[in-house]
């Protein structure tokens, strides 16, 4: 496959998944909030033992140290990704605002519908031929993918 068909098909993967995108970040908000609030209770254990030094080592606060930095580099990780993913969010909007009223029509019958439409059913909805409304797609997904992905 070359450059431009792996472009054609990342843009055509991202609008199918476009309307599960605001659930997905949602979703990373409510991962966020939890490790934020994560607070787990173990019980007591007596095996701590003073060193030859006096330092004392509990492995509750082990465990809560270790916790606290697995969380914070969890939480950074999620950041990330929740931030790429509503910055591909307002990518998508933007560059769907930009379409004609029949090319926004074309791409939420195929792609933004529960129920994905078969060309020939597009195109009786917008009168044209299914050959037609594919050779639209064709170039609605071109305009799309090098404003999204330049």
Request: charge should be positive; glycine fraction near 2%.
């Amino acid at each position: 496959m070359n450059k431009l068909q792996d472009k054609f098909k990342k843009m055509e993967r991202t609008l199918y998944d476009y309307r599960r995108l605001n659930t997905f970040i949602t979703n990373l908000d409510i991962e966020i909030g939890r490790l934020k609030n994560d607070i787990c209770l173990q019980g007591i254990s007596y095996e701590d033992k003073g060193s030859p030094t006096n330092a004392f080592s509990s492995s509750v606060e082990n465990e809560v140290i270790r916790r606290e930095k697995f969380n914070e580099s969890e939480i950074h990780r999620l950041q990330r990704i929740k931030a790429d993913k509503v910055a591909l969010n307002a990518k998508i909007y933007n560059a769907l605002k930009d379409l004609d009223n029949i090319e926004t029509k074309l791409i939420e019958l195929r792609y933004l519908s529960k129920d994905r439409s078969s060309w020939i059913a597009i195109g009786s909805k917008l009168n044209f031929t299914a050959n037609h409304c594919q050779e639209k797609r064709n170039k609605i997904i071109n305009n799309l993918s090098d404003v999204i992905f330049p």
